[in-house]
């Protein structure tokens, strides 16, 4: 391991990686990797995951190929240098920021895209001229496997490596000096990554996650509206990785009156979209391991919990599936409703005033995203200033990742 | 009675929770993110400024012995500066950026919203004590945070009236400065803030980040490290000088993280460079220059003691090509030039902060780059040639916060250039809208419409979707029609 951040290191220090035409290079190399290895790639993320083509394509394969033709596209304006206005004191003094590579970086991506969250930050990595060291997940075995396998036959191996392992290999890695590490995955792990850190003086990019709510307060619209809407929650929450995803909704808020219509409409997309029950569910990821399994499974087992199942709940431990399942009012202090969920349990939170909606996302942590379904331009302002979060997403879910630029 | 007192007294875990909970209180409230509320807290600065200015200059000179001039140029003027710059421009800076949208999210309109991160703990230096202290203020409050300032210890006369003035001044509902040492920092970074900034040293700088990662707090930290001048021939070497001097002995006789900390050569021109400096010294210090009123002193007997081990070190003190003198009663060193000290002395392996300038020669110019190199990465990086390529060269391969080019240290006044390090010299950078944005989080916000909802995205998911999605993304109108056509495979 020391023996390949060592070369990462020289390999940075020749300045080879810091030329433009060696960045497209490595870019274009990653478009052809990509292209040229569809199937394996679907293959993997089904043995994984179980997810389908389609939902590959949508949130990882296609999401990646527009991530590296824009920065192909953008690179030579990035790189360039940025000129500052000099005031007039400093005349005739000319001034400007130019980006440098920070120099060799790590990177550690999450097991639920393991494709996109392992290789869209390569993608930045390569094209501001870094070396780079990769650590996919082992929770998604197949998919590391053909990261190690599949980059040293397209990229340059003396500037980006990857290496396979599970948490113990993390640990070690975390101990060396890098010149930045950008970490996807939990807040807990996040603290042991900027901890390590800390020691070296290490910048640190943290993707992490929270409970994502939605609130929803256009189910009184047009009834084309009420669909769209329940479509777009159904396809936020079940539609990336069957909910593991530190975007997808995690929980909706909803006026009270408007609950049952609400519900009846998710029932039918889901049946619409996903099936009809567990033994007929298809279009679908499934659970990533027995320990992710169990923990969901535990979210239920609280009699209170359990009495809120308002549609679902059935589980599969063999195939490591848990259907689609409403909960209309969980405890509001029951370990649904504090941890993030990460999972197929959707809880409908029903106010009084779809305004309270605001003071209870402000008693919890920031999320990473709001998502709220309104007309009201009075509500959308007061969403956006009264509340904090890494994004807000008014009237869809999930969009603003994938077609982000 | 006197327990009372004496609980009052102690700044514990207790205390500093209680502060936390107190301004995050006001945050929550709404208070810091008023328009209003941030322009009146400015101009309460520039006020506090304006109204104390020869306060501020004894506090400066009790705690440095800092010249006036530098007093007033260097830490007020530049502030009140930079404080008339927030108050012009905040409105714009906090107006949200449009973004740019794609074909794949038509119909849809985004844009990037700047909010204030929450509660904020500033800690601050010594050695430009008021500036340090004051200067994250301008962005904090610019942006819209509550703010708790922990002055160093090391300057307690301004510490002090910092905490009277901010008190007199500003909203202390929202803008708090606790004084103390250790065990006050300590307690302060138990608990959970929305952001620190620290300006200091690198070993106190990984305690604070391990601190911050318990709470995932980010972290903006302003170090230093050893700041080099590369000095080539053929240029106006009086000017180059002057400038090296101002920014060694004029910033706090060399007690700045950009101070030029040592200079690099060719062995040509080594004799005339140390000629031009015992010249322009002499004319700025005079013959006796550890009675000169234009030098601040060392700030205190501990860094006194440091400096004479680095000077003292036997391969070393027979480097001295210039000064060398002493005065321990009144903690002053005078301008000290080596030449050639051993690269691996300790003058050259730690960031000198202080009067001592080492001169070390190379064969050319260019092989100063690698030597740079070699080492932690510095907060700023100078170098004087009137070469163009050596320019193109120096820029391209010497990576540090801030390089300057015929000049010393000014960069830092220039509101529209990010000041920060990298690598050992620090992480975050501010200074005119930087610090704004270095205060902010920067939401991103997407408004979708309900027409044209496209059935591609959701189940059941067949190849004619896949095929369609693969187009739509790849964003070829030609590919999306014939896709739509069937004529695509999936």
Known sequence: MEKSIAELRETFKTGGTKSISWRKSQLKALLQLINQNEDSIFKALDQDLGKSPVESYRDEVGVLKKSVTYTLSCLEKWVAPKKAEVPLLFFPAKAEVMPQPLGVVLIFSSWNFPFTLALDPLIGAISAGNTVLLKPSDLAPACMSFLVETIPKYLDNKAVKVLAGGADIGERLLQLKWDKIFFTGSPRVGRLVMAAAAKHLTPVTLELGGKSPAIVDTLSTTPSKAKVTAKRIVGGKWGPCTGQACIAIDYVLVEEKLASTLIELLKKTIKRFYGENIKSLKNISRIVNKHQFQRLVNLLKDPDVADSIVYGGSVDEEKLVIEPTILLDPPLDSEIMSEEIFGPLLPIITLKNVEESIDFINSKSNPLVIYAFTEDETFKKRILSETSSGTVTFNDSMVQYRYSI | ???????????????????????????????????????????????????????????????????????????????????????????????????????????????????????????????????????????????????????????????????????????????????????????????????????????????????????????????????????????????????????????????????????????????????????????????????????????????????????????????????????????????????????????????????????????????????????????????????????????????????????????????????????????????GKFSFDTFSHKKAVLYRSFAGDAPLRYPPYTDGKLGLLKALLGGSILGIIRALMGWSKA
Not at chain 2, 131 to 149: E, Q, R, Y
Not at chain 2, 285 to 301: A, F, I, M, T
């Open chain 2, 1 to 431: 009675m006197a327990s009372e007192v004496e609980k009052k007294a102690v700044f514990d875990i207790d205390s500093a929770k209680e502060v936390v909970q107190e301004l995050r209180a006001s945050f929550v409230a709404g208070k810091t993110k008023d328009y209003e509320w941030r322009r009146t807290q400015l101009k309460a600065m520039l006020k506090m400024m304006d109204e104390n200015e020869p306060q501020i200059v004894a506090a400066l000179r009790d705690d440095l012995s800092k010249p006036e001039l530098e007093s007033s140029i260097y830490e007020i003027a530049m502030l009140k500066n930079s404080c008339k710059l927030a108050l012009k421009k905040m409105k714009h800076w906090m107006m949200p950026e449009k973004a740019k949208t794609s074909l794949a999210t038509f119909p849809s309109s985004a844009e990037i919203v700047s909010e204030p991160l929450g509660v904020v703990l500033v800690i601050s230096a010594w050695n430009y004590p008021f500036l340090l202290s004051l200067d994250p203020f301008i962005g904090a409050i610019a942006a819209g945070n509550a703010i708790v300032l922990k002055p160093s210890e090391i300057s307690p006369a301004t510490a002090s009236l910092l905490a009277k003035l901010v008190a007199n001044y500003m909203d202390s509902s929202c803008i708090k400065v606790v004084e103390g040492a250790v065990p006050e920092t300590t307690a302060l970074l138990e608990q959970k803030w929305d952001k620190i900034m620290y300006t200091g040293n690198g070993r106190i700088a990984r305690i604070v980040m391990a601190a911050a990662a318990k709470h995932l707090t980010p972290v903006v930290l302003e170090l230093g490290g050893k700041c080099p001048v590369i000095v080539d021939s053929g240029i106006n070497l009086q000017v180059a000088t002057r400038r090296i001097i101002a920014g060694k002995w004029g910033c706090n006789n060399g007690q700045a993280c950009i101070s030029p900390d040592y200079i690099i050569t060719t062995k040509d021109y080594a004799v005339e460079l140390v000629d031009s400096f015992k010249c322009e010294l002499e004319l700025f210090y005079g013959k006796n220059p550890l009675e000169s009123k234009d030098l601040s002193r060392v700030v205190n007997s501990n860094h006194f003691a440091r400096l004479l081990k680095l000077l003292d070190e036997d391969k070393v003190s027979s480097k001295i090509v210039y000064g060398g003198e002493r005065d321990k009663s009144n903690l002053k060193i005078a301008p000290t030039i080596l030449l050639d000290v051993p690269q691996d002395s300790l003058i050259m392996n730690e960031e000198i902060f202080g009067p001592l300038l080492p001169i070390i020669t190379i064969d050319k110019v260019e092989d100063s780059f690698d030597l740079i190199t070699s080492g932690a990465k510095p907060l700023a990086a100078y170098m004087f040639t009137n070469n163009k390529k050596l320019k193109e060269k120096f820029v391209e391969k010497v990576s540090a916060g801030g390089l300057v080019i015929n000049d010393t240290t000014v960069h830092l006044a220039e509101p529209t250039l990010p000041f920060g390090g990298v690598g050992d010299s620090g992480m975050g950078a501010y200074h």
